[in-house]
């Protein structure tokens, strides 16, 4: 088992930055691949991007692609997202996510464990 817990959203103006960071207790995170999904409340949960278990290979959704950075340190059990020019429309609970695998993966059916969210406001 894994559990991932969330921390960094905030209140940011438009054009700011933020980084978000998944720490992972429990079983060795450095095995699974992560991700990081946001949902705005009565919207289906959406892909933002994913990093295989060694930080080797990425993928980011068309959205927030040049602006976003996945990224993780294994020897600290953690996750980032990395935000910069954010947009109103990024406003939404980020949630990162982890799977039993190495490869990472834009579908959120594939992850087995889940934080329990971090909130993100930009406001304009």
């Known amino acids: 088992q894994v559990q991932l817990v969330e921390s960094g959203g905030g209140l940011v103006q438009a054009g700011g930055s933020l980084r978000l960071s998944c720490a992972a207790q429990g079983s060795s995170f450095s095995v699974y691949a992560m991700a990081w999904f946001r949902q705005v409340s009565g919207k289906e949960r959406e892909f933002v991007a994913t990093v295989s278990w060694d930080g080797g290979s990425t993928d980011y959704a068309d959205s927030v692609k040049d602006r976003f950075t996945i990224s993780r340190d294994n020897a600290k059990n953690t996750g980032y997202l990395q935000m910069n020019s954010l947009r109103p429309e990024d406003t939404a609970v980020y949630y990162c996510?982890?799977?039993?695998?190495?490869?990472?993966?834009?579908?959120?059916?594939?992850?087995?464990?889940w934080g329990q969210g971090t909130q993100v406001t930009v406001f304009s």
């Open positions: 996510a982890a799977k039993r695998s190495f490869v990472a993966d834009s579908e959120a059916s594939e992850y087995h464990f």
